[in-house]
């Protein structure tokens, strides 16, 4: 029994939605039209496909097992019919890029980009999201994001990696602050209560933790919070110390009355990167975007394209 490409379609968006009416507004198609492409679906594969887990639907056995080869099955359709030869031209391409990043790395290359595209491909739409979990990397490897912005300590061997610059973490707190005042000492750094901001603490490793562990030091965190906004709108209101990288807290500078303080321990800069997945690789208009988004990022010497190995 031959099955109908638009079939396919559906079915990826099915078991990466999880519900027919995401599904259906994602495909902007009626959700009957969505219900009665899963009933086809169903018939033609002998199997439920997904089946309801609480408030949501999660796929099967047998759909975990078709949802990694239909999407490859579909990119590479994707290509065909695009032609492989054919030129790749940013003014008339319209073209949806999911794009998953911390707050503090959108706001790196963000401006510059979106500028870029209104010139370049004003027809590009970009969705920008958080890391959604606690390996993003998998995220990317499920196809559900066509690419990673981040400081990532290992990769995959099918995930590419390009550099797009280098920082590192300082030290942020309100002037007019009672007891620090353009420097931090080792002693205050003991005594002061701090903020830490989840998402951005992951997706650079949390090295302040990792490190004072090895110092045999312990941070006294009096606020935990996941927005890297709302973090800045305290340390103005209070004497909390806020560890951030340093282009995060420059962007605040220029806008708030905050100190930039160098931090007091010996710790290791670190790169953020653009990941992206094998599968995706060759694709003109990925391939185009992410060469204007590393065109809209301050170089750095430790910039490279390359296929990261599993281990370093």
């Known amino acids: 029994m031959r099955l109908d490409l638009n079939l396919l379609v559906v079915l990826e968006v099915l078991l990466s939605e999880g519900s027919v009416t995401r599904a259906a507004r994602r495909l902007n198609l009626a959700q009957p039209t969505v219900s009665n492409a899963l009933s086809r679906l169903r018939e033609h594969f002998k199997d439920p496909l997904l089946e309801r887990s609480g408030n949501s639907m999660k796929p099967t056995a047998c759909g975990q097992r078709l949802l990694q080869p239909v999407r490859e099955a579909l990119a590479k359709v994707d290509i065909v019919v695009q032609g492989r030869d054919q030129a790749f031209n940013p003014a008339t391409a319209g073209r949806l890029v999911r794009v998953a990043a911390s707050d503090y790395a959108s706001a790196a ?56 610059f280098v920082d590192e973490l ?4 309100r002037k007019g602050h009672p007891s620090i005042r353009g420097k931090l000492s080792l002693k205050q750094f003991d005594t002061c209560s701090y903020i830490t901001v989840q998402p951005q603490q992951s997706s650079v490793g949390g090295s302040v933790d990792d490190l004072l562990v090895h110092m045999a030091r312990q941070r006294n965190v009096g606020l935990s919070l996941p927005h890297l906004f709302s973090a800045i709108q305290v340390v103005l209101a209070s004497d909390l110390v806020l560890t951030i990288a340093s282009r995060a807290a420059e962007l605040f500078a220029a806008a708030y009355p905050i100190q930039i303080i160098k931090h007091p321990l010996q710790l290791k800069p670190f790169v953020v990167s653009q990941l992206w997945h094998e599968r995706t ?19 750095s010497p430790r910039r490279a394209a390359r296929k990261q190995p599993s281990r370093r």
């Open 109 to 164: 290359f963000l401006p510059s980009l979106m500028d870029s595209l209104a010139r370049q491909a004003p027809l590009m739409r970009v969705a920008i999201s958080t890391f959604t979990s606690s390996d993003p990397i998998q995220e990317l490897i499920a196809g559900k994001t066509d690419l990673l912005i981040g400081a990532f300590a290992k990769t995959s061997p099918d995930v590419h990696r390009y550099d797009l």
């Open 170 to 173: 300082v030290c942020v707190v």
């Open 281 to 299: 690789h060759l694709d003109p208009a990925l391939a185009w975007f992410r060469t204007v988004l590393a065109e809209s990022t301050p170089a």
